[in-house]
């Protein structure tokens, strides 16, 4: 029985892992939390089972940090995310400028014409000023490896929705610093 249970539990360590790392928004960030919950029981009940203190107490804390790690992004996390975009629309509805969630310039994806040419990874704004200087845009390689790192300047792009839409060039794209961020 212990033999299956941490076949149970290998196999959710694994795919929960796989989703965190993958950071793919909060709610699945969150799911992901709820995949190592089951994992960290399976490992409990092993521990438990097998008479292995050390794997018992590791998993009764990892339980915890889990249940932690589901209230940060399925609760407090989603809250601060609805609220977000509950502004937003407000914001809409009122004179001057619609509002945006700064947060949406470390994983919007950059367009081009309607074709997806990379993704926000970071902005860089003026101390003083408060002013957005550029967005940083990921292209190519996979899960962050050998990807090109692209500086975009703000003047060139604006958000709509939940995408940051530019008019720059392709070619011209091609040319803007990269893979020096942030020795700007």
Known sequence: MADSISWIATIATIIAASITASNLGSKITGYGFCVFLVGSLAWLATGIITHQPALTW???VL???NIF???RWLGRQAKVEEG???ATEASEQMPGDTLFP????ARASVTRGGSEIGHCVDAMAGCLSGRLNYIVVSQGGMAGVGETLRLLPWSSARVDGELVITDVDPDRLDELARDQWPAR
């Open 84 to 86: 977000a975009r509950t």
């Open 58 to 60: 590791t998993n009764a």
């Open 69 to 71: 790690g589901i209230w």
């Open 102 to 105: 700064v947060s949406l310039l």
């Open 63 to 65: 339980t915890f940090l």
